[in-house]
Structures are given as C-alpha cells and as structure tokens.
C-alpha cells in the first residue's frame, strides 16, 4: 500500500511512503547507508542485497539519543568527503528517528542539498519521524533546536524489521499513533482501545492509518505555519522532562506519553477535556507499559524551559491541548498562573 505526500510549495517535491516489503531500490550514482551497530548487526546484510547503486558505503554512528549532536553531524560528512560522495549522490537512512533525523539533516547540509531515503526501522519512526521531513539534532538548549525541513525522495516502511525491537521501543512508537488518534481522529482511538498492536495485522492497519493522518497534515502545512503544529501534542511537555533527565532516562516516546498526560491535564483545567477522556487516554498508554506517572522539582523551573521550545515566539507559548477526542485546541499564551497550578499537581509531596 502506498500513501502519498502532495507538498504545495515548488520548492518541495512529492514522494511516496509504501507500507510492504523492502523492495529493490537502484539508485544513480554513489550511496551511503547510515545506521547504528545494532541495526547493522541485525539486518544490514537484508538492506545490501536490496539496495542498487554505482558505489554504496555504509557509515556507521554511535546508537542513542545522546549522540543526536553536531559532532556526530561531523563524522557522517567527513565519511562522506573521504568517499568522494557528490551532489548526484544519495544518502539513506537506516535506523530508528535518531538515524533518521541525522541523515536527513546531513543530507541537506552537504553540499548544499543532496537526496536521502527513509528505511525506519522503530514503530516511532515508521508512523511519525520518518514522514515529513524534519531534520534535525539536539544541542545543551534543547530538542532538535537545530535543523532543517528536508524531504526524503522515499520512504519504505517494512513491519519485518520490527520483530527484533525491544518492547519499551515498540511501546514509544505506540505512544505516537495515540496522539494522532487523540488530536485528529476519535473512531481510530476508539479502534485502537479495542484492537491489540501485537497482532501484526492490527498492527499494519494502524501504521497505515497514522501515515494518512501525518501526510494529510504536512500536505496542508509543510513547514509548520499552522496546522502541522498540532503534531506537537505531548511534545512541548516531553521535550523539557527529555531535557531534564539529559536524554537518557526515557525514550522519546515515553517522554511523549508523559507529555500527553500533562498536556490533558491542562485541558482539564481549561474545561476542554473531561476526566472521563483523560483515564481513557491513561489507560491506552498503560495497556502498552508506557509511563503515565511523572514527578516535578519546581514548577517554576518546569516552565521556564518551555521558552527554549521552538513553538515560542515573542515570550509567548503555545500549548496543544485535546478538546475533547479526536479534536484540539492551540492554546497559545495562556495565563501563567493556570499553567503552573497544572504543574504544581506533578511536583514532589504533592
């Protein structure tokens, strides 16, 4: 099955996400392969022998969250120089968001733009990262605060790679089909509270459903002017308690689950969400083990790192809040003071 991005601006260019198979992929030109040594050591061999092109290397970084910096940028294009790569050339990304974001960023650094091809890996990266083009890599201020927007030439999602993910990773992944369900479609949640993820079948129905939601998003906001901002549900909360625990504590899916929480309980607080739809929500994240409990030093110091966020602007802040499932709301700039009552409720000896 395919899915089809339609991208308005002639800058861009439309592409195909095909859930099946790995297909033959021959390529002009010379390629590389980005990875990491656990997915090299599982299944590179399956990739090489599907993956066609006039010289083809394979470059591989440390695996995690921690090295999503420019240091690790670095070493990818001096790979790159050292193999005579050229502006014909293509990159592909074989991996999980991290990898993902990191190709896709050093393919539109190097030599001011090259092509670069998504092969996901993790649940996560299959329903969200590796669709609509977002690059990026974090630095000491925050999440992904330095990238940029850069389309794949394809995206190939193949459920076979994740019969070896660990079950914390296949449960951060199911944390993001639960939030495009919440914010844009109330049948799918409904769907989902009966249908269980395991079964494989179940599960490439709700692959395919979170890729037509994300694609019918950037399709309208490409560069996240408007409406693809939605997408950031669970994220502005989950990004700082990442932040906080230095990237490492909780995967970001995990971080997103906790965010989705807090995030509800800001709706809550501004009568957009009711108590009913919160448990319900809980309960869909816990039926997979994601966390849905969450301690806080200081409010105060919770909130100020919303202003490193890149939905900021003018000292301003905006949430995105449920109203009601299925549906949302921006809340942009809401009073301070509501903002930090919601987060005293998750502050310690509360």
Same mark, same amino acid.
């Given at each position: 099955?395919?899915?089809?991005?339609?991208?308005?601006?002639?800058?861009?260019?439309?592409?195909?996400?095909?859930?099946?198979?790995?297909?033959?992929?021959?390529?002009?030109?010379?390629?590389?392969?980005?990875?990491?040594?656990?997915?090299?050591?599982?299944?590179?061999?399956?990739?090489?022998?599907?993956?066609?092109?006039?010289?083809?290397?394979?470059?591989?970084?440390?695996?995690?969250?921690?090295?999503?910096?420019?240091?690790?940028?670095?070493?990818?294009?001096?790979?790159?120089?050292?193999?005579?790569?050229?502006?014909? *050339?293509?990159?592909?990304?074989?991996?999980?968001?991290?990898?993902?974001?990191?190709?896709?960023?050093? +393919?539109?650094?190097?030599?001011?733009?090259?092509?670069?091809?998504?092969?996901?890996?993790?649940?996560? *990266?299959?329903?969200?990262?590796?669709?609509?083009?977002?690059?990026?890599?974090?630095?000491?201020?925050?999440?992904?605060?330095?990238?940029?927007?850069?389309?794949?030439?394809? #995206?190939?999602?193949?459920?076979?790679? =994740?019969?070896?993910?660990? +079950?914390?990773?296949?449960?951060?992944?199911?944390?993001?089909?639960?939030?495009?369900?919440?914010?844009?479609?109330?049948?799918?949640?409904?769907?989902?509270?009966?249908?269980?993820?395991?079964?494989?079948?179940?599960?490439?129905?709700?692959?395919?459903?979170?890729?037509?939601?994300?694609?019918?998003?950037?399709?309208?906001?490409?560069?996240?002017?408007?409406?693809?901002?939605?997408?950031?549900?669970?994220?502005?909360?989950?990004?700082?308690?990442?932040?906080?625990?230095?990237?490492? *504590?909780? =995967?970001?899916?995990?971080? #997103?689950?906790?965010?989705?929480?807090? +995030?509800?309980?800001?709706?809550?607080?501004?009568? =957009?969400? *009711?108590?009913?739809?919160?448990?319900?929500?809980?309960?869909?994240?816990?039926?997979?083990?994601?966390?849905?409990?969450?301690?806080?030093?200081?409010?105060?110091?919770?909130?100020?790192?919303?202003?490193?966020?890149?939905?900021?602007?003018?000292?301003?802040?905006?949430?995105?809040?449920?109203?009601?499932?299925?549906?949302?709301?921006?809340?942009?700039?809401?009073?301070?003071?509501?903002?930090?009552? #919601?987060?005293?409720?998750?502050?310690?000896?509360?």
């Amino acid at each position: 099955m395919k899915v089809s991005i339609k991208l308005p601006e002639q800058q861009s260019r439309d592409y195909d996400i095909t859930i099946d198979s790995l297909p033959e992929i021959t390529l002009e030109g010379k390629a590389a392969i980005i990875t990491n040594p656990k997915i090299s050591g599982l299944h590179l061999q399956r990739v090489l022998e599907r993956v066609k092109a006039a010289e083809l290397y394979v470059v591989t970084i440390p695996d995690g969250e921690y090295y999503k910096t420019m240091e690790t940028i670095e070493s990818i294009l001096e790979n790159l120089f050292n193999h005579r790569l050229d502006r014909k *050339s293509t990159l592909i990304a074989f991996g999980g968001g991290v990898i993902g974001d990191m190709t896709g960023f050093a +393919a539109s650094i190097f030599q001011r733009g090259i092509d670069f091809i998504q092969i996901p890996t993790t649940l996560l *990266s299959q329903v969200d990262a590796s669709v609509g083009g977002k690059t990026g890599i974090n630095n000491r201020f925050g999440k992904n605060l330095v990238g940029a927007f850069h389309q794949p030439r394809a #995206v190939y999602i193949d459920t076979y790679w =994740l019969k070896t993910l660990p +079950a914390r990773e296949f449960a951060a992944g199911v944390a993001e089909i639960v939030k495009m369900a919440v914010m844009f479609d109330e049948a799918f949640f409904e769907w989902l509270e009966t249908h269980d993820l395991h079964d494989e079948a179940n599960l490439k129905e709700a692959i395919r459903r979170s890729v037509e939601l994300k694609a019918k998003v950037v399709n309208e906001d490409e560069k996240e002017k408007g409406v693809r901002a939605v997408l950031n549900y669970g994220h502005t909360f989950g990004h700082v308690i990442e932040n906080f625990s230095g990237y490492g *504590s909780y =995967l970001h899916g995990e971080a #997103v689950a906790l965010g989705m929480i807090m +995030a509800n309980a800001l709706a809550m607080a501004h009568g =957009l969400f *009711s108590e009913e739809e919160a448990e319900r929500v809980k309960k869909l994240l816990e039926r997979y083990g994601l966390p849905t409990e969450y301690t806080i030093d200081s409010a105060e110091e919770f909130y100020d790192q919303f202003f490193l966020d890149k939905k900021s602007h003018d000292n301003k802040i905006t949430f995105i809040v449920p109203e009601r499932i299925g549906h949302y709301r921006m809340l942009v700039d809401p009073e301070k003071e509501k903002v930090i009552e #919601v987060l005293e409720t998750f502050e310690k000896d509360r």
